[in-house]
Protein backbone atom coordinates (compact mmCIF):
# COMPACT_ATOMS: atom_id res chain seq x y z
CA UNK A 1 0.00 0.00 0.00
CA UNK A 2 2.31 2.40 0.74
CA UNK A 3 4.24 2.31 -2.15
CA UNK A 4 1.57 2.39 -4.26
CA UNK A 5 0.80 6.19 -2.71
CA UNK A 6 4.26 7.25 -3.25
CA UNK A 7 4.44 6.08 -6.49
CA UNK A 8 1.13 8.47 -6.93
CA UNK A 9 2.42 11.06 -5.31
CA UNK A 10 5.46 10.98 -7.39
CA UNK A 11 3.17 10.64 -10.45
CA UNK A 12 1.45 13.39 -9.68
CA UNK A 13 4.28 15.97 -8.17
CA UNK A 14 6.97 15.13 -10.96
CA UNK A 15 8.85 12.10 -9.27
CA UNK A 16 10.20 13.93 -6.29
CA UNK A 17 9.11 10.72 -4.04
CA UNK A 18 11.24 7.44 -4.48
CA UNK A 19 10.81 4.54 -3.05
CA UNK A 20 12.30 1.43 -3.54
CA UNK A 21 10.87 -1.86 -1.26
CA UNK A 22 13.10 -4.66 -0.46
CA UNK A 23 12.42 -8.25 -0.20
CA UNK A 24 13.09 -7.92 3.95
CA UNK A 25 10.35 -5.16 4.18
CA UNK A 26 12.79 -2.36 4.35
CA UNK A 27 12.66 0.81 1.73
CA UNK A 28 14.59 3.82 0.80
CA UNK A 29 13.27 6.48 1.30
CA UNK A 30 13.34 9.62 -1.40
CA UNK A 31 16.68 11.05 0.94
CA UNK A 32 18.39 7.44 0.13
CA UNK A 33 17.93 6.45 3.60
CA UNK A 34 17.32 2.70 3.99
CA UNK A 35 13.98 2.46 6.30
CA UNK A 36 12.01 0.15 7.62
CA UNK A 37 11.64 -2.72 10.24
CA UNK A 38 14.72 -4.50 9.96
CA UNK A 39 17.20 -1.70 9.71
CA UNK A 40 20.28 -2.42 12.28
CA UNK A 41 19.36 -0.59 15.89
CA UNK A 42 21.94 1.51 15.55
CA UNK A 43 21.63 2.69 12.41
CA UNK A 44 21.49 6.27 13.14
CA UNK A 45 25.58 6.14 14.17
CA UNK A 46 26.52 6.10 10.24
CA UNK A 47 23.56 8.24 9.35
CA UNK A 48 25.14 11.62 7.57
CA UNK A 49 22.02 13.66 6.73
CA UNK A 50 19.77 16.39 8.82
CA UNK A 51 18.20 16.15 11.89
CA UNK A 52 15.34 13.16 11.35
CA UNK A 53 11.64 14.88 12.02
CA UNK A 54 11.04 13.32 15.62
CA UNK A 55 7.67 12.13 15.35
CA UNK A 56 6.76 11.39 19.56
CA UNK A 57 8.79 10.12 22.24
CA UNK A 58 9.15 6.53 23.27
CA UNK A 59 10.66 6.12 27.02
CA UNK A 60 14.40 7.40 26.24
CA UNK A 61 13.93 7.42 22.69
CA UNK A 62 12.58 10.28 20.07
CA UNK A 63 10.37 8.09 17.39
CA UNK A 64 11.70 9.63 13.53
CA UNK A 65 10.82 9.43 10.09
CA UNK A 66 13.73 7.22 9.36
CA UNK A 67 15.82 4.40 10.07
CA UNK A 68 14.69 1.80 12.29
CA UNK A 69 12.22 4.65 13.90
CA UNK A 70 14.12 5.17 16.83
CA UNK A 71 17.16 7.40 18.21
CA UNK A 72 18.46 8.09 21.67
CA UNK A 73 17.87 10.77 23.21
CA UNK A 74 20.59 12.05 24.36
CA UNK A 75 22.26 10.95 21.37
CA UNK A 76 19.73 13.22 18.91
CA UNK A 77 20.32 16.01 20.92
CA UNK A 78 24.08 16.02 21.24
CA UNK A 79 24.24 15.47 17.77
CA UNK A 80 21.55 18.14 15.91
CA UNK A 81 19.90 19.77 19.09
CA UNK A 82 16.43 19.38 21.18
CA UNK A 83 13.82 19.14 18.03
CA UNK A 84 11.01 21.68 17.99
CA UNK A 85 8.08 21.25 20.00
CA UNK A 86 10.39 18.93 22.08
CA UNK A 87 12.91 19.67 25.30
CA UNK A 88 10.35 19.74 28.27
CA UNK A 89 10.50 15.99 29.92
CA UNK A 90 12.57 15.45 33.03
CA UNK A 91 14.71 13.37 30.97
CA UNK A 92 15.42 15.82 28.21
CA UNK A 93 16.20 18.49 30.46
CA UNK A 94 18.37 16.15 31.98
CA UNK A 95 20.46 15.54 29.53
CA UNK A 96 20.45 19.37 28.21
CA UNK A 97 21.78 20.33 31.41
CA UNK A 98 24.97 18.03 31.20
Not at 63 to 89: L, M
Amino acid sequence: MFSWLMNLFSNIFGNTARVENHKDGNWIGPDGVESGPNVSGNWYLTYEGPAPIVEGIYEQNYGVDRGDGAIPIEFYIKKWGIPDGYGNTDYEKEIIRR
